[in-house]
């Protein structure tokens, strides 16, 4: 049995909440292997919205496994108040959410050198969520991190204080008002509830579950343009996101990959700072963003908006060895007379119909016009009842990737979603 891998494929946000919740009842077992509570996975339905930001996406379905991987970094605030509202909500997940031993914690220094470091940046801020994500990868690579593992050790203490002490060396030079003894008394309590959870060898766990033929799905965070590699660096987030990083984050051979689902917006955003060269600073962006309530789930902030780019979907598709696309939000698009695509970039008189080394500079779009549906398709349940303005769109997307679009997402409740 392979593991199945579900990717953004944009700047995140693209809704995968969503369609890990729609997927799930296919799967026996769903993990999360990177990223941290920087994400915001919203997932509708029942006249209810809940937004996840560590946990897995399936949580709602009772009689699934859920884990978080190794790749994954866990804020133990964030995990407690993520857990409390799905207490709230009827969901106890003590049995069925399962921590990788080797998941890196974000320590309440984490959050406040991210805060130092961000502030210091001045213009050139990167957009952090500030979260802790960033020092918290850092330490890892520098191989002083505190992992879930520790919490059950009897030098627990010892290893939070020294590393604690690192960083309070560090803040002198990023200060920050970060309200760290506060936080810290939060966290220590949270800690206590991580206790109560199963604490995992994840990958012998995993690569069980493949021998024992249980249908995973690995659930990516963020997107592939926020890859620490292959992103718009230096604009991107602290860890892979792309299919790769399914491997390094569960403990899991590049063989045992099965189906690649892509989710893309059928336009684009992106939150923060750095490149986009689609990106629509006008009426029409305003318009996109209002009517796709274009607001981060982690942070609140307004999302830049733009036209689909085809440049970068063909990119991340030959990136992740995309096997289905998923495509988000297409009602959001509904009313437009003109609907665009960029097929290439120009810069400086030279066009690349792929993604050059750098963008973070003078682009000009070269775009493909198409002609609006001007029909409300959120409550259409079949591709029959799909507008033919719609299909095109869709099938010149297939065409020029090469992969299938199999599903078509025509709002944000699981129902809204046309399986093609």
Known sequence: MKVDVLLGLQWGDEGK????????????????????????????FNNIKHVLHTIPSGVFHGDKINIIGN???????????????????????????????KAHLIMPSHRA????????????????????????????????????????????QEKYNATKNQHLNLMKIYPTDFDLDGYEKQWMEAIELIKEFPLIDSEHVINDYIKQEKKILAEGAQG??????????????????????????????????????????????????GPFPTELDDEVGEEIRKIGREFGATTGRPRRTGWMDLVALKYVCMLNGVTKLIMTKADVLDTFETIKI???????????????????????????????????????????????????????????????VSIISVGPDRDATIIR
């Open 113 to 156: 050198l991210d805060a130092g470091k961000e502030a210091s940046k001045g213009k050139l801020k990167i957009g952090s969520t500030l979260k802790g994500i960033g020092p918290c990868y850092t330490d890892k690579i520098d191989r002083s991190g505190l992992r879930i593992g520790d919490i059950c050790s009897d030098k627990f």
């Open 17 to 44: 909440g969503k369609v890990v919740d729609v997927l799930t009842p296919n799967y026996d077992v769903i993990t999360r292997f990177q990223g941290g509570p920087n994400a915001g996975h919203s997932l509708e």
């Open 71 to 101: 790749g994954v970094v866990v804020d133990p605030v964030i995990f407690a108040q993520e857990f409390n509202g799905l207490l709230k909500l009827g969901v106890d997940l003590r049995k069925n959410l399962f921590l990788s031993k």
């Open 224 to 273: 592939t343009l926020l890859d620490i590699d292959f992103g718009t660096y230096p604009f991107v987030t602290s860890s892979n996101c792309v299919c790769a990083g399914a491997c390094t984050g569960m403990g899991i051979a590049p063989n045992k990959i099965g189906d690649v689902f892509g989710i893309f917006k059928a336009y684009i955003t992106r939150v923060g700072s």
């Open 342 to 404: 960029a097929t290439a970039y120009k810069i400086n008189g030279e066009v690349f119909d792929y993604m050059p080394y750098d963008i973070d500079c003078e682009i000009e779009p070269v775009y493909k016009e198409f002609k609006g549906w001007n029909t409300d398709i959120s409550k259409m349940r079949s591709e029959g009842e799909l507008p033919k303005e719609l299909l095109e769109y869709v099938a010149f997307i297939e065409k020029e990737t090469g992969v299938p």
